[in-house]
């Protein structure tokens, strides 16, 4: 593995990899939704592009917020499209869920389950008795998404919660990728809960480093690298957790959220598409007048407005640059006008 900074020194910015991404790293923790797939369609160059990756070393472990599936659903879609995976590779919100269940109730304790297939055996195999009513007495609530979930699922929620159950969500994202667009997510369904009840849950889902823990610590890594599309769940993350976090632009979070990013979300590293972990990562540097360089690409904040060099229509590089340029003015108390900044839309190569 090449040389980066210690996971403890990780800085504000971007990281330069100057050789292979995939071969920087021990680990890969690879979101599905918007990086490997987009409902049931792929995601275009990931299959081709992640194959090649494990080839180069980098072993994968898939995990997803997603709580509706069984793990080896996931990993036969997975195959189907190529990326040749068992059950073991996936990491799903469910089984967290279920092991952080254990933070707060006993083993063998009663648990009101809302939500699909995946979270029900989950939980029941993570030896806890699941029950469908309030009228049980559940000590904790175990909620995940599930296009089955209706009111009286969310009812039965209520009642548990109001009687006293710890309510544990899997996820809070609050919309799912789908073929057709952006559906409701399981937080969103989460918030009508907690609209009757008044109790904000505990999640073991994303933005919470817990899931990639469990994997990190089962796989032994010390250099992982967390692939996500969304900067408020998969990035935050991975900020949150000290791992290096990889943003490919095909899914919800565009070029334009990486340049308005919150410390907390930003990226380490930004790549087009997943054929990124194949190449360099070269991070932007200083240049004279404010200028932030970055290949043959250039940004500066001039009066609270960011000015890019290209006139072609941005680039990669450009998207890198204008992060730097950004990114440091407001981390030195400049106020970014955020309608200087552009859509930034990649064209495809």
Known sequence: MRDLPDLDDLGPGLLDVPGVVATAFDLGLIDLDGVAYRGADPVEHASESLVRARQQG???????????????????????????????????????????????????????VVGGAGIRTAVREAGYRVVDSADEHPAAVAQGFGPEVGWQHLAEAAYAIAQGAVHVASNLDLSLPTARGYAPGNGSLVRAVVAATGVEPVSAG????AMYRMAVDAQNARRPLVVGDRLDTDLAGARSGGYVGLHVLTGVSTARDDVLAKPGERPHLIVRDLR???????APLPGPEGWWVCGESAARITDGSLELSEADGPSIEAVRAACAASWAAVDDGVILDEASVPELALSAR
């Open 206 to 209: 994303k933005p919470s480093p």
């Open 58 to 112: 980098l072993p994968l472990i898939f995990v997803t917020n997603n709580a509706s599936r069984e793990p080896q659903s996931v990993a036969s879609q997975l195959t189907a499209l190529g990326i040749p995976t068992d059950s073991a590779g996936v990491l799903t919100a469910a089984q967290a869920c279920a092991r952080y269940l254990g933070e707060f109730v006993p083993a063998g304790s009663v648990v009101l």
């Open 276 to 282: 990124g972990l194949l190449e360099p990562h070269r």
